[in-house]
């Protein structure tokens, strides 16, 4: 295991690997040699369709896989130097502690449905930081103000079900946050929104990450929800990462015909207002014999 390094980016992935099961004798290449860094105060985005493996990257980076002993992860996930892949559960708590925050889609599947939001908030707050009543409540209010949600006393005395989707997304957000992180994964995370709150919450995050200086993995499967909000961007496609770069070149002069294709379909998208990509079909064919030509 190599020791933590000042010159080391904040998160180096190297030749990623992770297989999962499907069934009881079957399993699925979900991640197949991926590289990515990202530095500190990056913003980096992760584009791609459906099932190309966002996810399952973004979750072997915090360490939020499923746990069972058939989840395969091989290649190397450094942060600051300090190799994760095989580290024990113990080290992974610290670096969550410490290091990463990630935040999903589906706010209700993570937050607790009985516990009051602002305890939840409190909770993520590092051991040893803001210490006392006073001092925490404070704190809370403060993240969930950050997070964009004003009148924050209200909302911390209320329960996730008596939010919104945009306010309950928001207060993953300042939970988030709440654990002063180096880098944020967002998942999708305002895919479940309508169009107008998902913009605002957007913008939160945008606002709350530069005022942080924390590094920003965005997860999207369209290029327009990263557009704005990103430095570079890996496009994703079969477990693989097919192109790499600065956001506005990758937007601007795409180079690989997959990732044209996908800024195709946010054009459509953004004329009519449906998502009405398919991909041509001899593209689909030409990289599914580039995916398992895979070593
Ligand atoms: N827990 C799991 N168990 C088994 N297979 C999984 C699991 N999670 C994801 N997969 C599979 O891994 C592959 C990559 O999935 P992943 O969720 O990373 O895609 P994604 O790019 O995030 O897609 P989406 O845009 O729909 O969120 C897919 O084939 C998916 O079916
Ligand atoms: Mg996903």
Redesign the pocket.
Known sequence: MSGSREDAPLLSVEGLHVA???GERS??D??RGVDLVIGDGERVGVV????????????AIAGL??TSPRVRVHGSIRFAGTEMVGAPPAAWDEIRRKRVSMIF?DPLTFLNPTMRVGRQVAESIPAGRERGNVARTQAVHRFLEQAGLEQADAIAAKFPHELSGGMRQRVLIAIAIAKLPRLIIA??PTTALDATVQQRVLRTLDATVSELGTSLML?S?DLAVVAGMTDRVYV?YG?RILEEGRTERVLQEPRHPYTQALLRSVRSLTDDGVELYSMPPELRRALAAEVTDAP
């Open positions: 999962l099961p499907t399993e699925v979900a991640v791609g369709e459906s099932g190309s493996g966002k996810s399952v990257t973004g979750r896989l499923p889609q998942d999708e997860i499967h994703m477990g």
